[in-house]
C-alpha cells in the first residue's frame, strides 16, 4: 500500500534534515515514487518554507553538503544563530565552498556558523576538509569549485597560521570571491589583500592576564602548542605582561610541540618551585585537563598553588576541577566570515563597486569557572 502523501512528505523531510541535502532523482526512486510525484511533494514543501529546491535537489534549510576526498556532512539539525548585525542580499541558489582542516575542535562551530548564515538566505555550503595537509587545501578548492562554487571561505592549513615559501599563491589564483577564515597573511604579502574572519586571540590572551592580575597574581606564565594561533597568543599575553608591570622574566612563556605533556609539567613545577610562579594560562583546554592531574601527583594542587586559565572553552567545563577558559566567538566567526563572502557575490552579480577589503576581528570572552581561583594573593 502506497503511502498517503501527508507520510510521504514526513519521510521526505526525514531524510533531508538527516542528509542535509539530496537529488530530486535520487529521493524519487529511494521513495519509491515516480520523479514527477516526487517533484510536486518538494514544490509543496518549499512553497511552505520547509526545504530548499536548487538545481534539481532538495535542500534542508541551512543544509551543508560535501563533495571532494577526504570530505563530511555536516550534521543538519536547525540551531539557534547568532543575530545577524546587518540584513545580507538574497543569495537563493548560491552556491558556497568552505575549506578547513578539520571538522573538529573550534571548526565544527565555524563551519556551522557559517552554514546557518548562508542557508538564511537560500544558499548551500559545500564543505572540503584538508586534514592539515597543506597541499590538499588546493586539491579541495579544485572539487569545490569545480562542482559549482561561487565563492571560497578558506582556513588554510598554514602551520603558523600566515603562508611562507608561496602558499598563499594557489588562493590568488582562483578568480572568485574569497574570505580567509581564522587565517591572515602578513602586511606586503600578496594574501593581505583578502577580506578575513578571524578571532582577536591576542585580546583573548590579555584578558586572561588581566583577570589573573586582578586576582593578585604577579608572576604568571603560559604553557602553549605550536600552532597556527601561538603568535597571536604569545604577542596578547607579553604585551599585557609588560602593561600590567607583572613579572615577566620569571613568567616567559612556554612554547612546545603538541602532546609533549611531561616537559609542560616539568616546566610549570620548576615554575611554580623556583620562579614563585603561581598562575598559568594553557592552551588548550584539553591540554589543562590532561596536565591537572600530572601536577597535582608533583603535589601542586589546582588552583591552591597554581591558578589556570585555559585557552578555547572546548571541554573546559567538564574538567574535574572546571577550567576558567577564554572562549573564542567560533559560532560568529562563521557566520561574519560567510556574511562578508555572501556580499562580495552580490556585488559581482549586480555589477556594484565593491565596499573595501575588511579585516575583521572578533573578540573572544573570558569564562569563570574554579580553576582560576577567587581568593587575593599577597606577593
Known amino acids: 500500500m502506497r503511502p498517503h502523501v501527508d507520510q510521504r512528505h514526513e519521510r521526505v523531510l526525514e531524510l533531508v534534515r538527516e542528509r542535509g541535502s539530496l537529488r530530486v532523482a535520487d529521493l524519487a526512486a529511494e521513495l519509491g515514487v515516480s520523479a514527477v510525484t516526487l517533484r510536486r511533494d518538494v514544490e509543496a514543501l518549499a512553497g511552505q518554507g520547509r526545504v530548499h529546491r536548487l538545481h534539481g535537489a532538495v535542500v534542508w534549510p541551512g543544509g551543508v553538503s560535501t563533495v571532494g576526498p577526504r570530505t563530511r556532512q555536516e550534521p543538519a539539525g536547525s540551531t539557534a544563530s547568532t543575530p545577524s548585525t546587518g540584513s545580507a542580499a538574497s543569495a537563493e541558489g548560491v552556491v558556497i565552498g568552505m575549506i578547513v582542516p578539520t571538522t573538529a575542535s573550534l571548526f565544527a562551530d565555524i563551519v556551522r556558523g557559517a552554514r546557518e548564515a548562508v542557508g538564511a538566505q537560500g544558499g548551500r555550503l559545500v564543505l572540503g576538509v584538508s586534514g592539515h595537509v597543506d597541499t590538499e587545501d588546493a586539491v579541495q578548492a579544485g572539487h569545490l569549485l569545480a562542482g559549482g562554487a561561487e565563492g571560497l571561505l578558506v582556513a588554510p592549513s598554514w602551520s603558523g597560521g600566515v603562508p611562507v615559501g608561496g602558499q598563499e599563491q594557489w588562493l590568488l589564483d582562483r578568480g572568485v570571491p574569497t574570505v580567509l577564515?581564522?587565517?591572515?597573511?602578513?602586511?606586503?604579502?600578496?594574501?593581505?589583500?583578502?577580506?578575513?574572519?578571524?578571532?582577536?586571540?591576542?585580546?583573548?590572551?590579555?584578558?586572561?592576564?588581566?583577570?589573573?592580575?586582578?586576582?593578585?597574581?604577579h608572576r604568571i606564565t603560559a604553557?602553549?602548542?605550536?600552532?597556527?594561533?601561538?603568535?597571536?597568543?604569545?604577542?596578547?599575553?607579553?604585551?599585557?605582561?609588560?602593561?600590567?608591570?607583572?613579572?615577566?622574566?620569571?613568567?616567559?612563556?612556554?612554547?612546545?610541540?603538541?602532546?609533549?605533556?611531561?616537559?609542560?609539567?616539568?616546566?610549570?613545577?620548576?615554575?611554580?618551585?623556583?620562579?614563585?610562579?603561581?598562575?598559568?594560562?594553557?592552551?588548550?583546554?584539553e591540554d589543562a585537563i590532561v596536565l591537572v592531574p600530572r601536577l597535582q601527583a608533583r603535589g601542586i594542587r589546582v588552583p591552591?598553588?597554581?591558578?589556570?586559565?585555559?585557552?578555547?572553552?572546548?571541554?573546559?567545563?567538564?574538567?574535574?576541577?572546571?577550567?576558567?577558559?577564554?572562549?573564542?566567538?567560533?559560532?560568529?566567526?562563521?557566520?561574519?566570515?560567510?556574511?562578508?563572502?555572501?556580499?562580495?557575490?552580490?556585488?559581482r552579480a549586480s555589477g556594484r563597486r565593491p565596499a573595501p577589503r575588511q579585516h575583521v576581528e572578533l573578540l573572544p570572552e573570558l569564562r569563570i569557572r574554579s580553576s582560576c581561583g577567587a581568593k587575593t594573593l599577597a606577593h
Open 223 to 285: 604553557v602553549l602548542q605550536e600552532g597556527p594561533h601561538a603568535a597571536q597568543i604569545i604577542a596578547g599575553y607579553d604585551s599585557a605582561v609588560r602593561s600590567l608591570g607583572l613579572d615577566h622574566a620569571r613568567g616567559a612563556p612556554s612554547v612546545r610541540e603538541h602532546g609533549d605533556y611531561d616537559s609542560s609539567v616539568d616546566y610549570l613545577v620548576d615554575a611554580v618551585r623556583e620562579r614563585g610562579v603561581t598562575a598559568a594560562l594553557v592552551h588548550s583546554d
Open 181 to 217: 577564515v581564522e587565517r591572515s597573511a602578513p602586511p606586503g604579502n600578496p594574501a593581505a589583500a583578502l577580506d578575513r574572519v578571524r578571532t582577536d586571540r591576542a585580546h583573548g590572551a590579555a584578558v586572561a592576564v588581566g583577570h589573573f592580575a586582578a586576582l593578585g597574581h
Open 304 to 347: 591552591d598553588d597554581l591558578a589556570l586559565i585555559a585557552y578555547d572553552d572546548e571541554v573546559a567545563p567538564l574538567a574535574d576541577v572546571p577550567l576558567t577558559a577564554v572562549a573564542p566567538p567560533k559560532r560568529a566567526v562563521g557566520e561574519a566570515a560567510a556574511r562578508l563572502l555572501l556580499q562580495r557575490l552580490d556585488e
